[in-house]
T-cell receptor, first 112, second 116 residues
Framework: AQSVTQPDIHITVSEGASLELRCNYSYGATPYLFWYVQSPGQGLQLLLKYFSGDTLVQGIKGFEAEFKRSQSSFNLRKPSVHWSDAAEYFCAVGEAGFKTIFGAGTRLFVKA | GAVVSQHPSWVICKSGTSVKIECRSLDFQATTMFWYRQFPKQSLMLMATSNEGSKATYEQGVEKDKFLINHASLTLSTLTVTSAHPEDSSFYIC????????????FGDGTRLSIL
């Protein structure tokens, strides 16, 4: 079975600083990878996805992610964090049966 | 586009009662919908895959008699928590894809269920 690991339970960054959230996956073939964001008490919103092609993927809200097959990673980045980016971020992988398997999540705190 | 609506957003009920949660795809048809459970400060755990016109497929460890899923139409799936107990209290989220396959899921806003 596939799995997704997000090594950081929480991260704190200063507003305006850059951000990188880590994600590692285990899957034999080319994975379908996603990043979602969840605000407290709400559902999830898709930030970006990777299916194939260009390994640097652009998403909404200024986020991007880079697929590195050699490292089995799909890290999420943003050059300048805004206070409104504080939320829970989930990396996910598409599994057989069209299921989505989520990582444990990383909570982002933004300090002024 | 691709909006998934979940209702109710919050429900409190007494132990022993049954609670129904609805998940609707408002502007697309969804052959398959997914139901997740999320404990506080934890990730989403897939409970079951809801298939229109057929039985749901439950993940290992999920009691199918406790969590009844009905996918009566291409736009509606329901999750009924039967004889609910405090340990069933959780955040339940549904999702659906407007394109099927491995396309990203669109999520409802979730239902917070509190059993007293």
């Amino acid at each position: 079975a596939q799995s997704v690991t997000q090594p950081d339970i929480h991260i704190t960054v200063s507003e305006g600083a850059s951000l990188e959230l880590r994600c590692n996956y285990s899957y034999g073939a080319t994975p379908y990878l996603f990043w979602y964001v969840q605000s407290p008490g709400q559902g999830l919103q898709l930030l970006l996805k990777y299916f194939s092609g260009d390994t640097l993927v652009q998403g909404i809200k200024g986020f991007e992610a880079e697929f590195k097959r050699s490292q089995s990673s799909f890290n999420l980045r943003k050059p300048s964090v805004h206070w409104s980016d504080a939320a829970e971020y989930f990396c996910a992988v598409g599994e057989a049966g069209f299921k989505t398997i989520f990582g444990a999540g990383t909570r982002l705190f933004v300090k002024a | 586009g691709a909006v998934v609506s979940q209702h109710p957003s919050w429900v409190i009920c007494k132990s022993g009662t049954s609670v129904k949660i609805e998940c609707r795809s408002l502007d697309f048809q969804a052959t398959t919908m997914f139901w997740y459970r999320q404990f506080p400060k934890q990730s989403l755990m897939l409970m079951a895959t809801s298939n229109e016109g057929s039985k749901a497929t439950y993940e290992q460890g999920v009691e199918k008699d406790k969590f009844l899923i009905n996918h009566a139409s291409l736009t509606l799936s329901t999750l009924t928590v039967t004889s609910a107990h405090p340990e069933d209290s959780s955040f339940y989220i549904c999702s659906a894809s407007d394109r099927g396959g491995y396309q990203p899921q669109h999520f409802g806003d979730g239902t917070r269920l509190s059993i007293l």
